[in-house]
Structures are given as structure tokens and as C-alpha cells.
């Protein structure tokens, strides 16, 4: 639960079972994530459009490492439901996500061709290379650890921010992530860990010796997002 600003008390969406055991492992890293200042800035509508055309930059160029990841979780599936979950996630990654900063940035006269000239942020780097190195290493549930953070928190903090009336400045952003297609995504990706880990590693995962492995994947990427946000602030 989290109360707004408005002292509305909403309910944080469930996405998952397994989701939902690796955020209550790492509660500290993910509130410094889904409540970092540069979400607050988004939704009070303070944080410098500078910093926010800043973070776009590079959050196009980190999109399309993404797209990369999540097409490797189609190389690391293990059955034909997962290649169709990973091969939606890659789709809407490129046809709907990377499409947000694209108009948002050529509303502000960047184009696609300067976006995709932007020269990498060491944090952007850190982050991209060690969810494809998860990938690269490890198998399907490696992988699936370090990519939830990332579409999982987006999910949560766009129903948070959607849902405490923000200012108009950002709300473009926000609703993206709010959306029905976007919540529906964090359910299906919920639904691709719950039933990887249980195909995978049984009914009692959390008792196995990969389970504290994963944990750490997912504590490591959330991690890098809050370093990620961090860098933005500093645009
Ligand atoms: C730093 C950073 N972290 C997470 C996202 C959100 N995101 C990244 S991949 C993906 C899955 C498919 O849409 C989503 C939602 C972002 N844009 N930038």
C-alpha cells in the first residue's frame, strides 16, 4: 500500500507471485528506485526538463540494449509460450516505447538521428551490459531476474503517479506507463517469471540454491536503476 500526496491510500499493483518475493527481498533498493526524486520531480512537475531531455537521450540508446535482452530471452527460452511473451516485450519495446521518446524529444527538436548519436553514460553502460552479460551467462531465469526491475517498477510507479492527481508536465510519460496495454505487460511478464521458476525450479523455489541467486540479480538491477535515475537528476 502508499499513501499520495493527496493522503489517498492506493494499493501497489500485484503482477506476480515470484515479483512480488523478490521486491520484499530488497525493500530498501526498491523504494530508493520507485520513490527516488526524479519520480517525485515527474510527478509534481519540478524536476528540470533539462534533466528529463537528458534522461530520454539515454534512455532511448538504453532501449535499444533492451530490445537486445529481450531478444536474447528469446534465445535463452526454454518453451514456445516464452519466445511469445519475450517476442511481445520486444515488440512493444520498439514499436511503442522507444516511440514515446521519439515524439517526445522531436516536440522539443531533438531528432531520431541525434538520439541515436548520444554518447553512452557509464551508468548506462554499467546497467545495459550487465542485464545482457545475465543473459550471456546465465540461462533464462538470470535473465528474467535482471530484466523485472525494469518493467515491473516503471509499471508501479506510473499507476502510483497516474493515481495522485500529477501535473501536467510529465503526464505523457506518466500515462504511458499507466495505461491498461502497459499494466497488462507487467502482468504477462509476472505471469513468464511465475511460471519459469515453478517449471524450472518447483513449487518450492524459494527453498532451492538458485533462489538466493536470483534475488541478487534482481537487487543488483535495481540497483542500477536507481543509479540510472541518479544520472539523470545530474543532466
Ligand atoms: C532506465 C529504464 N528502466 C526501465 C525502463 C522501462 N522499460 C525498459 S524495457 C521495458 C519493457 C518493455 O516495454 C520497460 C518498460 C526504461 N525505459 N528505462
Known amino acids: 500500500m502508499n499513501e499520495t500526496s493527496h493522503g489517498t491510500v492506493i494499493s501497489t499493483p500485484c503482477y506476480g507471485h515470484y515479483f512480488d518475493q523478490w521486491r520484499a527481498a530488497c525493500t530498501v533498493p526498491w523504494q530508493a528506485y520507485t520513490q527516488h526524486d526524479f519520480v517525485t520531480g515527474l510527478a509534481d512537475g519540478r524536476l528540470p526538463r533539462a534533466a528529463f531531455l537528458h534522461y530520454l537521450r539515454q534512455d532511448y540508446i538504453f532501449l535499444t540494449h533492451f530490445s537486445r535482452a529481450w531478444a536474447l530471452a528469446i534465445v535463452k527460452s526454454d518453451n514456445l509460450e516464452e519466445m511469445k511473451a519475450a517476442s511481445a516485450t520486444v515488440h512493444a519495446l520498439i514499436h511503442d516505447e522507444m516511440q514515446l521518446h521519439v515524439r517526445i524529444c522531436a516536440a522539443e527538436g531533438i531528432s531520431e538521428q541525434e538520439l541515436s548519436t548520444t554518447?553512452?553514460?557509464?551508468?548506462?553502460?554499467?546497467?545495459?551490459?550487465?542485464?545482457?552479460?545475465?543473459g550471456?551467462?546465465?540461462?533464462?531465469?538470470d535473465l528474467l531476474a535482471a530484466l523485472a526491475p525494469c518493467v515491473m517498477g516503471y509499471g508501479e510507479i506510473g499507476a502510483r503517479?497516474?493515481?495522485?492527481?500529477?501535473?501536467?508536465?510529465?503526464?505523457?510519460?506518466?500515462?504511458?506507463?499507466?495505461?491498461?496495454?502497459?499494466?497488462?505487460?507487467?502482468?504477462?511478464?509476472?505471469?513468464?517469471?511465475?511460471?519459469?521458476?515453478t517449471t524450472q525450479l518447483g513449487t518450492t523455489a524459494e527453498a532451492t540454491p538458485r533462489w538466493h541467486a536470483l534475488c541478487d540479480r534482481f537487487r543488483t538491477a535495481t540497483e542500477l536503476e536507481v543509479a540510472f535515475w541518479q544520472m539523470g537528476l545530474k543532466g
Open 119 to 134: 554518447r553512452e553514460a557509464p551508468q548506462n553502460i554499467a546497467y545495459t551490459r550487465y542485464v545482457l552479460e545475465a
Open 136 to 141: 550471456y551467462s546465465g540461462d533464462f531465469l
Open 161 to 197: 503517479l497516474a493515481a495522485s492527481k500529477p501535473a501536467a508536465d510529465y503526464g505523457d510519460w506518466i500515462n504511458t506507463y499507466a495505461s491498461d496495454e502497459y499494466q497488462a505487460l507487467c502482468r504477462d511478464v509476472g505471469l513468464l517469471i511465475d511460471n519459469a521458476i
